[in-house]
């Protein structure tokens, strides 16, 4: 006899192979396809025999917390600020992201981005499309020997980017909610790792513990010469206060891969030739994508399995 599929909630459309696996292994409801009326109808006939659901980390819709059956809802993502946990403890609901597959691919990102702003490459190819090098040289970068690098949030992607950075032969400086186990001066505030930095890179998560964290007064304390790189959370930064530090030269250049309300970038930033501006892309590698998609498939199959799951948030 044939075992019954299990039911899974698939709350948006988050990775299409990691989707179509999904609709594979198990049976599935896509509450993202349908328009918003039909919706509730969806999540009241779907009590009682759905328990888990698969979303991205990084939103929810709120009906999914009033699914009274669900027991787990099974991220793709490592950022899980899209995920209410006020809802989810108080409906005893596990939650599972992705983390350290990803690490790799925006750590590499993050480099990228530091090499693409201390050297202005974007606007050094534009120089060569536009037959500019007829006419004179590109206008000097700037090296990285020798230089700090400020981590503003020293996790996994943050040590990543950490072992990246020595080879360049720069100096490693980081603030952390609290010091961690590294041979790297640690700093007890925002401001003094900014004035400490010449790169100022953040690889905070969302909330609203980091809101707004790098803001005019960081953005001062980083200087004429300084860099800010974000491929954290665009929660994190004031985007006007950046926009006009980059404006009036109070900070040399950016590159960013976050932002605020993506896709939706600031028009004050869309028109300034001293930032890098990237459409989310840091983990946005084919490789790092599926072994986030598997990760979502092996926490799902553990609690159908009654097996500890591999990656539970635990939110304190």
């Known amino acids: 006899m044939k075992s019954k599929k299990q039911t899974v909630l698939v709350v948006n459309a988050f990775h299409q192979e990691t989707l179509d696996k999904l609709d594979l292994i198990y049976t599935t409801e896509h509450l993202w396809k349908l328009p918003a009326s039909e919706k509730p109808a969806l999540i009241k006939t779907l009590n009682g025999r759905c328990r888990a659901a698969a979303s991205a980390s990084w939103e929810c819709d709120h009906l999914t917390y009033q699914l009274e059956s669900l027991q787990l809802i099974a991220a793709f993502g490592v950022g899980v600020d ?22 790799d691919a925006v750590a590499d990102l993050a480099m990228a981005l530091l090499l693409a702003t201390t050297r202005d490459m974007i606007n050094a190819d534009k120089f060569v499309r536009h037959d500019e090098w007829r006419v004179g040289a590109f206008p000097f970068g700037s090296g990285l020997t020798g230089k700090t690098l400020g981590i503003l949030g020293m996790g996994r992607i943050g040590a990543a980017i950490a072992r990246r950075a020595l ?16 041979p790297y001066p640690y700093f007890t505030s925002v401001e003094a790792l900014a004035e400490a930095s010449d790169i ?6 969302g909330g609203a513990a980091t809101e707004n964290i790098v803001n ?16 954290g959370r665009g929660s ?14 109070t900070i040399k250049a950016a590159g960013l891969d976050v932002y605020k309300h993506e896709p939706h970038v600031p028009k004050a930033l869309q028109t300034l030739d001293n930032v890098v501006l990237m459409p989310h892309i840091g983990s946005a590698t084919v490789e790092t994508r599926l072994a986030m998609g ?9 609690y159908f399995a009654d097996r500890p799951l591999l990656t539970e948030v635990n939110v304190i």
Do not use: M, W
């Not at 005019?216 to 491929?231: E, M, R, T």
């Not at 994190?236 to 030269?249: C, F, K, P, Q």
């Open 200 to 205: 100022l890179l953040c690889v905070l998560p």
């Open 216 to 231: 005019a007064s960081v953005l001062s304390k980083l200087g004429s010469q300084g860099v800010f790189i974000n491929v």
């Open 167 to 182: 080879p360049f032969n720069l100096k490693l400086a980081y603030h952390n909610r609290y010091p961690k186990d590294f």
């Open 236 to 249: 994190s930064v004031d985007e006007t206060a950046l926009a006009v530090a980059l404006a009036n030269g």
């Open 294 to 302: 598997d990760l979502v498939l092996k926490n799902l199959e553990a």
């Open 82 to 103: 899209g995920i209410d946990f006020k809802q989810t403890d108080s409906h005893g609901i596990r939650v599972t992201n992705t983390p350290d597959v990803l690490n």
